[in-house]
């Protein structure tokens, strides 16, 4: 389990940081998504509910190679998100939520089969939470284009502020179920 979640934990992490030097992403994203699948197959035998995960990871490994030379839209790009590159990215953004879901999924099956009632509740509560944010932030970012000035600068800050909590939260999530491991699960 240690390794598995690791594996994810990188992933993601990768798949978070932006480093670009000139135009190619020093952290290529398929690389991180290749290590979330990596760290989901080698789980999946005990935890069938992977499979999903491990396929959309692989899809996104897939789809985000272009990516690998598109800078992400952020800071004053969110309101280009009418362009090709914001409607990839916008793309990619929600099926990594996706991910996301079936990722929280499969915690909560290994939280299930160590009898961890705690656990799952938490881990049901902070779903909620991060995917219901996640797709408030998604959708009022359509209204970005009608906003100006003061407004959007408070818009822009707010929404990476919270976005950002919540995936540092979710990969704290993630390195928090390193510690469980398949051999000593509760009866």
């Known amino acids: 389990m240690h390794k598995a979640c690791m594996r994810m934990f990188w992933g993601f992490l990768i798949t978070l940081i932006e480093i670009h030097f000139l135009v190619i992403d020093i952290l290529p994203d398929p690389l991180g ?31 985000s190679i272009p990516g690998v030379f598109i800078q992400q839209i952020g800071g004053n790009g969110i309101v280009q998100s009418l362009t090709a ?7 990619l953004s929600l099926i990594n939520l996706v991910l996301v879901f ?14 961890e009632e705690e656990l799952i509740n938490r881990t049901s509560v902070f779903l909620r939470i991060y995917i219901v944010t996640m797709l408030v932030i998604q959708i009022l970012q359509s209204f970005t284009l009608n ?29 928090r179920f390193r510690k469980y491991d398949l051999s000593d699960e509760a009866a």
């Not at 590159?85 to 793309?91: A, I, K, N, R």
């Open 147 to 175: 906003m100006h000035g003061a407004l959007l600068q408070g818009y822009i800050i707010v929404a990476v502020i919270i976005s950002l909590v919540l995936q540092i939260t979710f990969l704290a999530w993630i390195f």
């Open 85 to 91: 590159t914001g409607v990839y990215s916008l793309v």
């Open 102 to 115: 079936y990722i929280f999924q499969l915690l909560m099956e290994i939280a299930r089969k160590r009898g």
């Open 33 to 63: 998504y290749a290590l979330i699948a990596a760290g989901i197959s080698s789980i999946i035998e005990d935890f069938p509910i992977g499979k999903k995960a491990y396929n959309i990871a692989v899809f996104l490994g897939v789809i």
